[in-house]
């Protein structure tokens, strides 16, 4: 991740290293603290001259082990920490008690430098969403960065920091967390300006044990604000007036839909081209405010999304009506209800990046305004411990209360949803409607490709480990065969 250039001696000061050695470097007049550097790079795959390499150590791998290859893509030298044995390698290093603890402290040291504003965001879903929104709006004061990809973790939180350049005016860092302390952890390191939760539902219960403990571990983000800062609070969650008091005496600018809040959403129209509604700022220290605002994204849950940045906004200074006018070029977010050509003159909303019970059953909302040409394409979501067998049971009965027409799906996990969504339909005695299990993604696809018809829709999600980016891959090939596997997965012949 970029930085301004900087020396080896500099950047020992602030990870408390000994730089080995100190002698002057073969065929050199520089001392190795007088090196420069631009970067600090936990990735051999993409090292670039210049970079300083930082070996992590994992329970399934070890960067210390790819020093010598870091040296030939260019790296000027190496973080490592006291366990290494030098080997061929004759990289100047900087010798650390815990790699992973410098990293943090070199992304709190990026940080400090920078001057523009910082949004942190959080939440069991819409994170990258909300992100996507929010440094779409921060171009408004400049150059904005943001996290790349789901550089989320204790890992990818302080490489998404040390990517702020001094170029960069405004950066929006997403925070996620698979346990307590985590956000704690990261948030400590991005000195936040604004945090926005987004809200808080059943996704990862595995990892938390209750929906309580994700409420606290999500809260976490709020003690990060200095008492300047101001906490963009979601006034439709259960757990809103909990983070109001964690809050304390911070500035908090409350949105929503259905309670009253500093931000709301009125007069809401979602089709499907998008979403229009009337944003209403009403707070203490202003005088109200009303402003027709348009996005391209589909889904009211997009619109509350769209109401946490623009709460972030005001907070930071923007006008209301030139957030809204910037919102009408918000881009699609790729694996985010996004629209997907599809071979056999179908069209597929490809919403594969992830999936949570809430995040599920809004993408079905959307998917419902297609009536009898919808299909919803599913597989597990992940991660929700002893309830989820009787989630993805609710799932099912869920799409078949919403009217979805055709319901097949993937995974050990969703043979309940599919079996609660026949239930339902044969309680029900409905015509013209079916929902069918397959074992295999293969077997999936082919039933689709039997079945299909031009004109229908097809909403593929499922938690990233359910790997449904392979089935909207195949299902938009100019030429898509499966071919039988004894794997839950996809073997695609031809254009892809």
Known sequence: MMMSSFSLKELAQVISAIIKPLAIIENSDQQADEIQALRINTDTRTIQQGDIFLALRGDHFDGHDYLEQAQKSGAVAAIVDAQYVAGKDSLPLLVVANTLQALGQASLWNRQKFTGSLIAITGSAGKTSVK??????????????????????????????????????????????????????????????????????????????????????????????????????NADDVFYADWVVRAGQRQVISFGIENYADVMAKNIICDTRGSRFDVVYQSQNVKPQAVACEIPLLGQHNVLNALSAIAAGLALGLELEKIAAQFKTLPMVDGRLQWVDGEGQIRILNDSYNASPASVKAAIDVLALWKEKAW????????LGDDSAAIHAEIGEYAQQK??????????????????????????????????????QCELLNYINEHKQPGQVFLVKGSRSAGMDKVVTALSSKKNQVIKSDSNSLNIIGEV
């Open 132 to 233: 996507s929104m929010a440094s779409h709006m921060m171009t408004l004061l400049g150059d904005c960065w943001a996290t790349p990809g789901n550089f989320n973790n204790h890992i990818g939180a302080p490489l998404t920091l040390l990517g702020i350049e001094p170029q960069h005016k405004a950066a929006v860092i997403e925070l996620g967390a698979s346990a307590e302390g985590e956000i704690a952890y990261t948030a400590q390191f991005a000195q936040p300006d604004v945090v926005i939760i987004t809200n808080v539902s059943s996704a990862h219960l595995e990892g938390f044990g209750s929906i309580e403990t994700i409420m606290r571990t999500k809260g976490e983000i709020i003690d990060s604000l200095a008492e300047s800062g101001c906490a963009v609070l």
């Open 376 to 383: 919803l394409v599913l597989g597990d979501m992940a991660e």
């Open 403 to 440: 009217g979805i027409a055709h319901f097949v799906a993937t995974g050990t996990a969703c043979r309940d949803a599919v079996e609660a969504f026949t239930q339902t339909l044969a309680n029900e005695e409905v015509a013209n409607r079916s929902a069918h299990w397959f074992k295999q």
